[in-house]
């Protein structure tokens, strides 16, 4: 699992997101120890975020809450590392570019339009994530 230095990426043209059904504003900082918006929702000791919109639209479809959801422009505030509940089980190589910290996410922006996926595969996945919960296996495992 790589392991990002926030000093390495401060001159990155990378554009990271964060979806989610939380109302943010620019300035906002979304930092752990705040109720997961997945699994068991337990304390989360990490955020998590990627670097494709695609990623970031089912952060915001699957978060718990009411409404579309949302899609943020964060900024990393400290280090942070590959994702491994998809690197490392899922994903190899992180080709989702879905990374999680222990520091805030900074927002800087709002995604204003995005489509998001069609009802019959928000549903499958929704399915999907319902079994595995029946099964007892977390979506997220920090």
Known sequence: ?????????????TTYYHGTKAILQTG????????SNYGSRKKANY???TATLDAAIWGAEL?????FGSIYIIEP??????????TDKKFPGNPTKSYRTKSGLKIIGLVETWEGHSPELL?????NLARLKEQGIEAIED
Do not use: R
């Not at 978060?63 to 409404?67: L, N, S």
């Not at 505030?77 to 998809?86: A, I, K, R, S």
């Open 63 to 67: 978060a718990v809450g009411e409404g």
């Open 77 to 86: 505030t400290g280090n942070f590392e590959d994702d491994p509940n998809l």
């Open 28 to 35: 906002d900082v979304i930092e752990p120890g705040f109720t």
């Open 123 to 127: 549903q499958t996945m929704k399915d």
């Open 1 to 13: 699992m790589a392991i990002y230095d926030i000093t390495e990426i401060a001159n990155s043209t």
């Open 47 to 49: 955020v998590y975020f």
